[in-house]
């Protein structure tokens, strides 16, 4: 039997979090990442996760609603928890075209030498224009172009964290040398995006170069991720989709001359427990309506249509005007795909199912995916792992910091108890508690 692989996610960036909820807490308070953290190590995961904004989302010229109102510095973060915790990975997503390699690697070698061989990075390449304004050169690259720069910012990272020898640093006290420079090689690079000619400050980390995780869906998103990643983090969450997509990045990292084994496969995943079927039916339905606000209906119709759809009711019928086109209504979010075609896909599905607004779009953001008593979900967690539909999951509270602690407390021991999934850490990085 596969052992089953467990990551949590901190809420934020993200359609699920339901803030206004009373048990909500801080986004940004340390107590918060501590207590995810925690439980989450408790439950004996491989690592804790954050997603990166570096701009937050604006709707219509406001930060709306379940969309993350504070984002700390990942490294800031990540360092923090080192500190607080013992064994759980600590992985950031940090974008590889708004950075520079010597800065991410150093700051990456830091943290896998604080964490003492716990720091994951994992990679994204959003470049829009909106995100960039943030920064000195503002959207400067092309979509196109956004892995090929990922590809030379990763092989310049790997060069730093190769170019201290394992002797390099000799401690001869005696003689008053600490570090041999012939000992540290010159990172040389010279491309499209980088001309490099420099050193590493430090050794690399315990782990020689962090694990690296990709998420990114494209054919050159996974195409990157097949060379490079040791786990791929991903959105194909249904059994079939799960199992075509694993399929794929397993046979490109085999092609790459891998063994598809080395790379696993993260969906990210949320789930609602309940003590029995009906109450987790129930509970999940609520959860629904609580992420998807008759506002917030009309606010994802608004992105998809282009226009201002205020005067329209949440809980009547899809509109009936055609979308504009105009993309700039939202601003830092992922696009929806072609909005003619999307729309009309709405209205059928509206129609066939006879779904007001509201509810279409509970119905089109779907995001519960184990919903049922404790038993039922390790149950269901299981088939997905067995049957190559990922090795593990991304888990995605949608409450702030306590989301995981039901989880942990019931879902973990049914999963020990059947032999599948760790009772202890066993290896002493994060790169052991994947494999
Ligand atoms: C599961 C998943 C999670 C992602 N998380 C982030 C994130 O936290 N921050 C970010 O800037 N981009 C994030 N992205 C965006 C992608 O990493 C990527 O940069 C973007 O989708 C462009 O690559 P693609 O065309 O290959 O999808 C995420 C994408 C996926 C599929």
Redesign the pocket.
């Known amino acids: 039997m596969k052992q089953i692989h467990l990551a949590a996610h901190f809420p934020g960036?993200n359609n699920t979090t339901v803030w206004a909820d009373p048990d909500a807490g801080s986004q940004i308070e340390f107590d918060s990442f501590v207590h995810l953290a925690r439980t989450a190590e408790r439950g004996l995961f491989d690592f804790f996760f954050l997603?990166?904004?570096?701009r937050l989302r604006e709707h219509r010229g406001r930060i709306y609603d379940l969309d993350v109102v504070g984002r700390p510095d990942t490294f800031t973060v990540l360092a923090a928890l080192a500190g607080v915790t013992e064994r759980i990975g600590l992985t950031g997503?940090i974008?590889t075209t708004f950075n520079e390699p010597f800065e991410v690697a150093r700051q990456f070698a830091s943290l896998d030498h604080l964490s003492d061989g716990r720091a994951g990075w994992?990679?994204?390449?959003?470049?829009d224009a909106f995100?960039g304004a943030n920064f000195r050169r503002g959207g400067f690259l092309d979509h196109a172009d956004?892995?090929s720069r990922a590809e030379e910012f990763v092989t310049v990272a790997r060069k730093f964290w190769d170019s201290w020898a394992p002797d390099a640093v000799l401690a001869d006290v005696d003689n008053g040398i600490y570090v041999d420079p012939a000992r540290i090689r010159t990172v040389e690079h010279s491309g499209p995006q980088f001309n490099v000619r420099g050193m590493a400050t430090l050794p690399a980390g315990p782990q020689g170069r962090p694990v690296l995780l990709?998420?990114?869906?494209?054919d050159?998103?996974?195409a990157f991720g097949a060379r490079h990643a040791d786990a791929m983090?991903?959105?194909h969450g249904s059994l079939a989709a799960g199992q075509r997509y694993t399929a794929d990045i397993k046979g490109r990292a085999a092609a790459a001359g891998r063994n598809p084994n080395e790379i696993k496969v993260f969906p990210?995943a949320t789930f609602v427990l309940g003590d029995t079927v009906e109450a987790a039916a129930e509970k999940a339905e609520h959860i629904r309506r609580q992420q998807v606000s008759g506002p917030t209906a009309i606010a994802m119709l608004e992105q998809v249509w282009g226009r201002d759809l205020s005067a329209y009711d949440p809980d009547g019928p899809l509109p009936d005007i055609e979308p504009s086109g105009d993309t700039s209504i939202t601003q830092g979010r992922?696009r929806h795909g072609d909005p003619v075609a999307v729309a009309r896909r709405y209205r059928e599905r509206a129609a066939a199912e006879n779904l007001s607004i509201r509810e279409l779009v509970i119905a089109v953001t779907s995001r519960q995916q184990f919903v049922g008593t404790a038993a039922q979900i390790a149950d269901e967690m299981n088939r997905y792992v067995q049957a190559d539909a990922c090795d593990g999951f991304i888990l995605v509270p949608h409450l702030t910091p306590h989301g995981l602690d039901d989880f942990v407390d019931q879902v973990v021991p049914l999963l020990q108890e059947r032999g599948l999934y760790r009772t202890e850490y066993t290896g002493r990085t994060l790169r052991d508690h994947l494999w």
């Open positions: 960036v997603a990166e904004g570096l997503t974008n994992n990679i994204v390449t959003s470049s995100t956004r892995y990709q998420a990114g869906d494209s050159e998103g996974r983090f991903t959105l990210a992922v």
